[in-house]
């Protein structure tokens, strides 16, 4: 059975669940717990793991070659961990994303992987293939040089012996894979790409027949409601803002809605406060927090979620020419609230002040959670191993927390609160857009709360940090992460579907 129909953005890994192994087996892999040495080994693959210090721990990977059926196959042990370890699910993903970051581009074109070992369940058989298929993830749409031995070999992966309640782990597992190939896709797409309308068609093209619903708000639709802050980011590209929204009804009729918003910076230069040039490149993927919002929503939707669900995106590109706006501008947001922008490059708040406000304005939705590569200083407190979470609801900020933890997109929680409200009071309008170097990241956050309603619980995530990588991660290539889809789907799993 072909589990895997191509999928929009190219062909990846196809999976195929089969009772008994095809013929002619040449490789194979199974899955080994921690200090478990398999029963049916011979003397000398026992040996080999021996001297290799294979002890079957998360991420280890032994081959050695072996008859099978009369014929030699290599045979590949992933290591699971501890049977009983608390992060079971996520050391059995990293086991089969582990064999596929060995494999890949080996030689190898098929991989049977025998799921019928380490006393693993249906949803952790599920999390081995999930693990399998976000570690085969990657875009090589611009290479037309890649030298033959290091192109992709392996694209077939032929599951067998999978314990039941494998396939109808699987099925809800592969939508969020789905979403979280459209955050790395996104997120990995050069700026003269991926802007603000292709961003638009690209969400089009992934959510088509799926009965999510889009609406698209051009530069004259914002201009009527007043959204001041996000045009003037706009204004010195001759790439057209948008503000885009998907809805998704699969909870109750008529209950409010969670909403997640993005900030989506197709490509930011820092505007007339111009940034210098070296690693400027990075800011392609300043656009993270829509692209995962966009990935988490797709999730959601695939998997029909029994919830309702709004992804709204603030799509601009910040760029500097004779109609940028300049430093000490004064602009007017959609609350009405005035905004002196004082540095053109602390942009992500400006797009975001009125794409939050419109979406209370039009969904008055439950919760509201944003995500943003919004400040270097999150990178400087946090590095690359946790995004920072703010928020006014401690309810809604552990929900976040667990959901991290659970999926690997992990947070942690920074304060906010009225102490840091006269950092950013402008002697000339209600606001400035940028406070004093101390405290960068929290100020950012602070600035966004200002255009929260009261009693609406709320929380931000500035992800700077988290949504590229310089080096390949358990479920990752080195670049887009991915950072972002899954934390959205298992937040609302674990919390608003019944
Ligand atoms: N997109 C950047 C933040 C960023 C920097 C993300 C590096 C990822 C890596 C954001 O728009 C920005 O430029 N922020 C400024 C704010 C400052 C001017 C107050 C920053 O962090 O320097
Ligand atoms: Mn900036
Ligand atoms: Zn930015």
């Given at each position: 059975m072909r589990l895997r129909p191509g999928f929009i953005m190219g062909e990846y890994m196809q999976f195929h669940f089969a009772s008994a192994a095809p013929n002619q087996v040449r490789f194979v892999a199974r899955l080994v717990n921690q200090n478990d040495t398999p029963d049916d080994l011979d003397a000398a693959a026992v040996d080999g793991a021996k001297a290799a210090r294979f002890a079957g721990r998360t991420g280890q990977v032994f081959e050695h070659f072996a008859m099978n059926d009369g014929l030699l196959a290599r045979i590949a042990l992933a290591g699971t961990g501890e049977v009983d370890a608390d992060t079971r699910l996520r050391n059995v993903e990293r086991a089969g994303a582990a064999l596929v970051a060995k494999y890949i581009a080996s030689g190898e074109t098929d991989m049977v992987l025998d799921?019928?070992?380490a006393d693993l369940s249906g949803e952790e058989a599920a999390a081995a293939i999930f693990g399998a298929r976000l570690r085969s993830w990657?875009?090589?749409?611009?290479?037309?040089?890649?030298?033959?031995?290091?192109?992709?070999?392996?694209?077939?992966i032929h599951v067998i012996n999978a314990p039941a309640g494998t396939q109808e782990a699987w099925a809800r597992a592969s939508a969020v894979a789905e979403g979280v190939e459209f955050t790395k896709h996104l997120v990995t797409l050069p700026a003269n790409i991926l802007y603000p309308e292709s961003f638009v068609a690209k969400c089009e093209e992934a959510f088509a027949g799926t009965g999510a619903k889009i609406t698209v708000l051009d530069e004259p639709a914002m201009e009527k409601l007043g959204m001041g802050a996000l045009l003037g980011v706009g204004q010195g590209s001759v790439r057209a803002s948008?503000?885009?929204?998907?809805?998704?009804?699969?909870g109750v009729e008529g209950d409010a809605p969670t909403a997640f918003v993005g900030k989506g910076v197709t490509f930011d230069t820092g505007g007339i406060s111009l940034k210098p040039p070296p690693g400027m490149e990075d800011m392609k993927w300043d656009m993270g927090g829509a692209?995962?919002?966009?990935?988490?929503?797709?999730?959601?939707?695939?998997?029909?979620?029994?919830?309702?669900?709004v992804a709204i995106m603030g799509l601009v590109e910040n760029?500097?020419?004779?109609?940028?706006?300049?430093?000490?501008?004064?602009?007017?947001?959609?609350?009405?609230?005035?905004?002196?922008?004082?540095?053109?490059?602390?942009?992500?708040?400006?797009?975001?002040?009125?794409?939050?406000?419109?979406?209370?304005?039009?969904?008055?939705p439950a919760r509201i959670v944003d995500f943003a590569t919004l400040t270097g200083a999150m990178i400087i407190a946090l590095g690359h191993d946790h995004a920072g979470v703010f928020s006014n609801d401690d309810a809604l900020a552990d929900q976040l927390l667990r959901a991290g933890t659970?999926?690997?997109?992990?947070?942690?929680?920074?304060?906010?609160?009225?102490?840091?409200?006269?950092?950013?009071?402008?002697?000339?309008?209600d606001i400035k857009n940028v406070g004093p170097r101390p405290a960068g990241s929290i100020t950012a956050a602070q600035f966004l709360g200002r255009f929260i309603k009261k009693g609406t619980?709320?929380?931000?995530?500035?992800?700077?940090?988290?949504?590229?990588?310089?080096?390949?991660?358990p479920t990752h290539e080195k670049g887009a992460t991915g950072w972002g889809a899954r934390l959205i789907d298992r937040m609302i799993a674990d919390n608003f579907e019944g």
């Open positions: 799921l019928g070992h990657r875009f090589d749409e611009y290479r037309t040089k890649l030298a033959a031995d290091k192109r992709v070999s392996l694209t077939a948008r503000l885009l929204a998907i809805e998704w009804q699969g692209g995962a919002v966009a990935g988490g929503m797709l999730a959601l939707v695939k998997r029909k979620a029994k919830a309702n669900i760029m500097p020419d004779g109609n940028a706006q300049r430093p000490g501008d004064v602009v007017t947001t959609m609350s009405g609230q005035t905004v002196e922008v004082l540095n053109t490059d602390a942009e992500g708040r400006l797009v975001l002040c009125d794409a939050l406000h419109w979406t209370q304005e039009t969904y008055s659970s999926t690997g997109d992990k947070l942690w929680r920074l304060p906010i609160g009225p102490a840091y409200d006269k950092l950013i009071d402008s002697p000339i309008a619980p709320w929380a931000h995530c500035d992800i700077a940090g988290t949504v590229w990588s310089d080096k390949p991660g």
